[in-house]
């Protein structure tokens, strides 16, 4: 019967992280701790404005279930417990990860877990919302990366990819407008993406306002992102993106994670995984489900000022396995 700790952490970022909602200079993550006396497990979660959440709020939500925790509830039966969100995603991969020190095994060689190790994963580097000359100039210093990641709004779309071919020719690009775009806008320009070389365009339009999708003609892969969270979001989205971006703190945890992405496998969509910005030991459960994905993003350390020690490696865009000392 584990015993639980909470607390919040601030981690300063490098720089400031600019989307079309607005811009971060910190990361603000809580972690949760599960300890049985020989062993503990570690999960963090970064709460989201965007879907109601706050520290205090999740922090409330899961030292709520502490009776339970001490009770013996089981990480099945958190599932019902708890809703999907970051609150449950911190206890379910404190879980996974007090699991995989019982068994003295990583968590994909858990017994009955099938999905391979997340061996050689390609995450994308993200190049944050600015004008186009400084994400030329931000594209020329990541010019190195296999794959490059856009942060734009409404705003100069064209311009801003544009400029950052020319800073990083030889990058495979993938943008994010952040529910930011017009159907009109996607009609207009998504011929011309697709010449400028970009993959996929990551929800363009506003979550529950996106219906519209059914009736465009796209060259380039759309991804459904504020608009999929649990399982039972796939059958609507999959008329209308050909690919979800999978977030361990929208599922609510690596539990969720791994049924949502059967689900979208089963319904013939293609997979992408994301984060929030939060450290290693954030991204760490993500990469158990990016080994399934075409597209991982999940380059939230490569924000911070200094990461979690024992935390992720990158080397030219690829991670290496989490650290046993950090997580799984």
């Not at 400084?134 to 190195?144: G, I, N, P, V, Y």
């Not at 990551?202 to 996106?210: H, I, K, R």
């Amino acid at each position: 019967m584990p015993k639980l700790s909470v607390t919040s952490e601030v981690w300063p970022l490098r720089t400031a992280f600019k989307i079309s909602r607005g811009a971060k200079t910190q990361a603000e993550v809580v972690v949760v701790t599960l300890s049985d006396g020989e062993f503990s497990g570690r999960g963090e979660c970064v709460p989201y404005a965007r879907y109601g959440e706050s520290i205090d709020q999740v922090i409330a939500d899961i030292t709520a279930q502490a009776d339970a925790l001490d009770r013996g509830m089981t990480r099945t039966e958190l599932q019902d417990a708890m809703k999907a969100g970051a609150a449950r995603n911190a206890v379910d991969c404190a879980y996974w990860d007090l699991e995989a020190k019982r068994f003295g095994r990583r968590v994909w060689d858990l017994p009955g877990l099938e999905t391979p190790a997340p061996e050689g994963l390609v995450t994308a580097e993200t190049l944050s919302l600015d004008t186009p000359d400084a994400m030329r100039e931000a594209a020329k210093k990541a010019a190195s990366a296999p794959l490059l990641k856009l942060k734009l709004n409404g705003e100069n779309v064209l311009e801003s990819v544009r400029a950052v071919r020319e800073g990083a020719p030889t990058s495979r690009l993938i943008v994010d407008a952040n529910e930011a775009w017009s159907i009109e806008l996607l009609r207009d320009i998504g011929a011309e993406l697709d010449a400028l070389g970009v993959e996929m365009i990551e929800q363009p339009l506003p979550a529950g306002n996106d219906d519209g999708l059914v009736d465009i003609d796209c060259p380039v892969l759309l991804c459904a992102d504020e608009s999929v969270h649990t399982v039972a979001d796939i059958p609507r989205l999959a008329r209308l993106y050909d690919m979800i971006n999978i977030k361990i703190d929208k599922t609510g945890g690596l539990t969720g994670a791994l049924e949502l992405a059967d689900a979208a496998l089963e319904a013939g969509m293609q997979l992408m995984v994301g984060c929030m910005v939060g450290t290693s030991l954030a991204m760490a459960p993500a990469m158990v489900v990016a080994a399934k994905a075409r597209i991982v993003d999940l380059d939230g350390p490569l924000w911070m000022a200094k990461d979690r020690d024992d935390g992720i490696e990158f080397t030219k865009g690829v991670m290496a396995l989490p650290d046993v000392n950090l997580w799984g």
